[in-house]
């Protein structure tokens, strides 16, 4: 068995919090003096605590982080903002040390840390390309051959002369990206850059990723996007907090981190929009039995129960449902624009919506709801304020094992000869 083009053991990369520095001789000298006297810090902000008082808090961004790469594998990095994904990026780019641990790589990496990583803004598109590959270790030579296709990857031909400092985000991560890509590093570290391109763009890269992984490269993929991992990776990890929570095959990977979200229906103020004269407090799911459900199984008939408040007594809205699959994606869409409800002379309403049988495939769904007069004024725009996820059922007549990648609704069909 051949030994791995990664090896991380026991990962651990702490930052300490507090005050580092002002950034001039006699300001670090002035809040030095301070300290020494046990005065409090002289350039904290009215209003902040003092600086002096983090000194010598610090935060684990990895925590005893271990595992393996193999030549070839398309390994995606997933987790919640500050897990520590960028952090194991930096470090396995040397881009920055680790407290402790070893990591050895074997191979040269070529890495997409951020928008515009390794460009000098003062030279032109034409002068970073060589010095990107320089920095990679290519020969001017080398990159020469690769430079028309580099360029037309990137789609920046007219302006590949101009200074970067004049290019648009997007053009900066095309061409970026491009001359990662394509300078044959043996090892491709990408972090979540490819959201400024373009969709059209971001299938490009995906390809370009999925023809490195296919030619025997080894691909190091961060991104939100859960398709996209799917798509391209065959195995994932899940950062959580700074520790390794979950290994394994990708799409064990993803339910594992979808997972780990708390259940919750509380409206947050930042998941919701809308002019508030309608407010929506509460939310559940229930069965045919009028029971509480978070697991529904294919075939069975649900209903959501509403509750809310209303600032005007006899206010008449109209109520929109969407369903969307774990990733975001929108699958189903419920709403009856010709009727409307009202609160009935009174400020609160409680409403039961029936949404007939489930045949949305196995998995997590997300529901959003929204509460308005159609063209006119949206009251309550609350998004992914409950969660249900599908089982398979006996009520479906097929024995295969049913999977989102086929679609999100079944539909059973009639066959007649003719």
């Known amino acids: 068995m051949t030994s791995p083009v990664i090896s991380v053991e026991h990962l651990t990369k702490q930052y300490d919090l507090g005050v ?30 003092d600086a002096f008082a983090r000194i010598g808090e610090s935060i684990l961004a990895l925590d005893d982080v271990s595992f393996t790469v193999q030549q070839g594998e398309a390994l995606g990095i997933i987790g919640r903002n500050g897990a520590g994904k960028s952090t194991l990026l930096k470090i396995l780019s040397r881009v920055t040390a680790p407290t402790s641990g070893v990591v050895k790589v074997r191979g040269r990496i070529g890495s997409l840390l951020e928008v515009g990583t390794g460009f000098h803004p003062e030279l032109t598109g034409r002068e970073n390309v060589y010095l990107n590959g320089a920095i990679l270790g290519m020969k001017k030579a080398e990159i020469t051959r690769r430079f028309d296709e580099i360029v037309d990857f990137a789609g920046v031909e007219k302006f590949i002369d101009t200074p970067v400092k004049r ?6 991560v095309r061409l970026a990206f491009a001359v990662a890509a394509h300078l ?22 995906l390809g370009k990723m999925g023809d490195v992984a296919g030619e025997g490269r080894t691909v190091l993929f961060v991104s939100h996007n859960m398709g996209a991992i799917k798509q391209l990776c065959s195995s994932a990890i ?9 290994m394994g095959d990708v799409l064990e990977s993803v339910n594992h981190y979808i997972n780990s979200f708390e259940k919750t229906t509380e409206v947050k103020a930042f998941n919701r929009t809308g002019s508030g004269k ?10 045919d039995e009028n029971r509480i459900c978070d697991n529904i ?15 005007n007594a006899f206010e008449k809205f109209s109520v929109s449902i969407h369903v969307n699959n774990s990733y975001g994606d929108p699958v189903l869409y419920y709403y009856d624009q010709f009727r409307s409800v009202s609160t009935n002379n009174t400020s609160k309403f409680s409403l039961k919506i029936g949404l007939g049988e489930i045949y949305l495939l196995p998995g997590k769904y997300s529901i959003s709801i929204w509460l308005g007069k159609p063209g006119v004024e949206e009251f309550d725009f609350v998004k992914n304020v409950s969660e249900f996820v599908v089982l398979q059922s006996e009520k479906v007549p097929i024995t295969d094992t049913l999977s989102q990648k086929y679609g999100y609704v079944y539909k059973n069909y009639q066959i007649e000869e003719i």
Request: charged content about 25%; hydrophobic content about 35%; aromatic content about 8%.
């Open 238 to 246: 899940v950062l959580n907090s700074g520790y390794l929570s979950f």
């Open 20 to 49: 580092i520095g002002t950034g001039t001789l006699s300001r670090d000298l002035n809040r030095w003096w301070a300290r020494v006297r046990h005065l409090p810090d002289p350039y904290t902000r009215i209003g902040q605590p």
């Open 167 to 172: 290019y648009s985000s997007g053009m900066y």
């Open 297 to 311: 199984s294919m075939g069975d008939i649900c209903s959501l129960e509403l509750s809310g408040k209303s600032k």
């Open 278 to 287: 309608v407010v929506l407090d509460t939310i559940q799911i229930v069965d």
């Open 184 to 205: 044959d590093p043996e090892i491709l570290i990408v972090d979540e850059v490819l959201a400024v391109g373009d969709a059209e763009f971001q299938k490009k890269c």
